[in-house]
């Protein structure tokens, strides 16, 4: 293995990583994102068919693409009775976040922690 791939292997296994730290400690859904990006990249940049200036613009071009696709995924009318995740779980409605129900659980009315007084609007 020459050491372009071993390069991109381990950073692929390092945006794993960061992709792991991010859903587990952070809940951040961009940065898992952002990480599966790098991984992606690097995937590209593995390929032994074409010479390194044609990987990294091939690997930009699929990153491009696979971003572009996960932004407008929510406006994507074909898309809208396909059920996925906590929709095919709730029968069709989302979920709300964990947080929300733990908040709602504790405090009993939501709109007390948003700041809103109970009858004033």
């Known amino acids: 293995m020459n050491s372009s791939r071993r390069n991109a292997l381990i950073m692929i296994v390092l945006a794993a990583a960061g992709a792991y730290a991010f859903h587990r400690g952070a809940d951040n859904f961009w940065g898992v994102i952002t990480c599966g990006l790098v991984a992606v990249w690097a995937a590209f940049s593995m390929l032994p068919v074409m010479d390194a200036g044609w990987r990294f613009k091939v690997g930009f071009v699929a990153v491009t693409f696979v971003a ?43 709109g007390r922690h948003l700041g809103h007084v109970e009858g004033r609007r």
Request: hydrophobic share 50%; proline share 7%.
């Open 68 to 110: 572009a696709f996960v932004a407008l995924w929510p406006t994507l009318s074909v898309l809208d009775n396909v059920k996925v995740g906590a929709q095919a779980r709730h029968g069709g409605r989302s979920a709300p976040p964990l947080a929300f129900r733990a908040l709602h659980r504790r405090r009993g009315a939501v």
